[in-house]
């Protein structure tokens, strides 16, 4: 009796926590979406990518504000930001991918390009 006891114990807890180990394996390898796109350190990242987009092309672009976005755990951070950055008069969204590494001090712009038509985040 005690053994069966112990055995639909067993189970319950393995029923219990393997939706818990499939949510995060999930995660891993995938995009989260970044709650507060108001944060220092996302906004940073944001105004990173709209200067290092206009040091490529030549670009003026002028950051606004982070929209959206998501991180994924990489060697370091990706974040895939949706980013608003006046151009010429007129605010435009562009979605930005940056690949970070703080305890290297490397930061780099993987892509950056316009949104159409909310086709990204």
């Known amino acids: 009796m005690t053994s069966k006891v112990v055995f639909i114990l067993l189970l319950s807890l393995v029923v219990l926590l393997l939706p818990l180990y ?13 709650s507060n796109v108001t944060d220092p ?4 990242i944001g105004e990173f990518a709209v200067s290092e987009y206009n040091k490529r092309s030549e670009s003026e672009l002028k ?10 755990v990489v060697a370091g951070t990706n974040y895939r ?3 608003a ?11 930005a991918i940056v690949w970070d590494k703080p305890w290297m001090k490397f930061r780099n ?6 949104v159409n038509n909310g086709r990204f985040l």
Not at 22 to 34: E, F
Not at 41 to 44: A, L, N, P, R, S
Not at 63 to 72: A, C, L, N, R
């Open 63 to 72: 950051f606004e504000t982070v929209v959206s976005g998501e991180t994924q």
């Open 41 to 44: 350190q996302v906004v940073e």
């Open 85 to 95: 950055a006046n151009d010429g008069g007129a605010r435009k969204n562009y979605l």
């Open 109 to 114: 712009l993987t892509s950056f390009e316009p």
């Open 22 to 34: 499939a949510s995060a394996a999930a995660r891993v390898g995938g995009w989260s979406p970044i």
């Open 81 to 83: 930001l949706t980013v």
